[in-house]
C-alpha cells in the first residue's frame, strides 16, 4: 500500500475541516480556522499545530488581552 505523507494527509483533512483558510497578517504561514467544540475558531498551521502556538509573532494575537498576572491581584 502507497500511501502519500502524513503531512499530505493531515493536511488535506484541514482543508475539508477549516472553515476558513487564509495566510497568518503576523508571519505569513497558511492558517486553516477549525471550529473548537466551544465554538472558538482556532487557526491551525498544515503542519497541525495550533498557531497560537507555533506563531513567532505570537504575542500580537494576545494584544488587547488583560495580563494574567495583573488579574490575581
Ligand atoms: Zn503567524
Do not use: Q, W
Not at 49 to 59: D, Y
Not at 61 to 70: D, E, L, N, T, V
Amino acid at each position: 500500500m502507497n500511501l502519500p505523507p502524513v503531512e499530505d494527509r493531515l493536511r488535506r483533512i484541514l482543508e475539508l475541516t477549516a472553515e476558513e483558510s487564509r495566510k497568518c497578517k503576523a508571519c505569513g504561514a497558511l492558517l486553516f480556522f477549525v471550529r473548537h467544540c466551544n465554538g472558538k475558531l482556532a487557526p491551525y498551521t498544515a503542519d497541525g499545530v495550533n498557531h497560537f502556538v507555533n506563531c513567532p509573532s505570537a504575542e500580537r494575537f494576545r494584544k488587547g488581552a488583560p495580563h494574567a498576572a495583573s488579574a490575581s491581584a
